[in-house]
């Protein structure tokens, strides 16, 4: 057996051990290589160990396989080749990142009710605080001297009759749908508000690849986040997100035919290219 064959025999068989080989053998380190992805470090670490349900859908495994082996100089296929064949051993990820399911607490049925019940305080409670931030605090008067039936009262503008606007950041419950006002563009900064119609994974990286919003974007939610450009921008379900861009409306790139998947950056100016 040559040297040439010895080496194919010794190529391991699945894709993290085939990345993390390659990776070694282009002296780069986990760091190193993740910057260049422009992803978390942790992504990078996943990826290598076969740790594939952490990083949610499917879709989202296969993109970061695909980026990967482009930068290694491997072939796409083989990589994702690989995956798929691994992929029957492994039990179907859900849409929320294995981290962040083993943080949520298993909560007992009775504890449902006081969650519910401190959600509706909470809202009520923020509404109270938007009306007396907009109209102040009015006490009807009722020790004043004019009692008459035919004086004029002065209006007192009732919750019910007022609308209530909520301070920048704020979020409110309308319709079904948790809506979050845009909050003021810090300078040298883009500031993006997503607009979930379904389920979607986001990951936004600001210009020096710190993560700015690596999360589940629920269905009739919004999300407002802001960042120095050029920001990048990775949407897992693009055709059900509206996008805004420091406040005007632009519209996602579409992803391929029979894909679903948009990545796209934000310039200083708000383009998107």
Same mark, same amino acid.
């Given at each position: ?149 035919? !004086?004029?009262?002065?209006? *007192?503008?009732?919750? /019910?009759?007022?609308?209530? &606007? =909520?301070? $920048? #950041? ?69 055709? !059900?997100?509206?996008?805004? *861009?420091?406040?005007? /409306?632009?519209?996602?790139? &579409? =992803?391929? $035919? #029979? ?15």
């Amino acid at each position: 057996m040559t040297r040439i064959d010895a080496e194919v025999a010794e190529l391991p068989t699945d894709p993290g051990a085939r990345l993390r080989r390659q990776r070694e053998l282009g002296g780069l380190n986990e760091q190193q290589a993740a910057e260049q992805l422009n992803l978390d470090v942790n992504v990078v670490t996943a990826l290598e160990r076969n740790d594939f349900a952490s990083l949610g859908a499917p879709v989202f495994a296969r993109g970061h396989l695909k980026r990967y082996a482009a930068l290694l100089g491997l072939g796409e296929e083989e990589i994702l080749g690989a995956y798929d064949r691994l992929r029957g051993q492994f039990a179907q990820p859900s849409l929320i990142p294995k981290s962040r399911e083993e943080m949520m607490p298993v909560r007992g049925r009775p504890r449902w009710a006081w969650l519910v019940g401190g959600v509706v305080l909470f809202l009520l409670a923020a509404g109270i605080a938007a009306y007396v931030r907009e109209y102040g605090l009015r006490l009807p008067n009722w020790a004043g001297p004019d009692r008459s039936r035919g !004086a004029a009262a002065s209006p *007192v503008p009732t919750p /019910a009759a007022a609308t209530l &606007v =909520p301070a $920048a #950041g704020e979020a409110m419950s309308n319709a079904g749908s948790t809506v979050q006002a845009p909050a003021a563009v810090p300078a040298g900064q883009v500031a993006l508000l997503l607009g979930f119609a379904a389920d979607c994974w986001v990951e936004i990286y600001d210009g020096s690849g710190k993560s700015v919003l690596y999360d589940l974007g629920k269905s009739g939610t919004q999300r407002s986040v802001s960042g120095a450009p050029p920001l990048s921008v990775t949407l897992g379900n693009a055709p !059900a997100v509206t996008l805004q *861009v420091n406040g005007r /409306a632009v519209t996602p790139p &579409v =992803p391929p $035919a #029979g894909q679903t998947v948009a990545r796209f950056s934000v310039g200083p100016d708000g383009s998107l290219r």
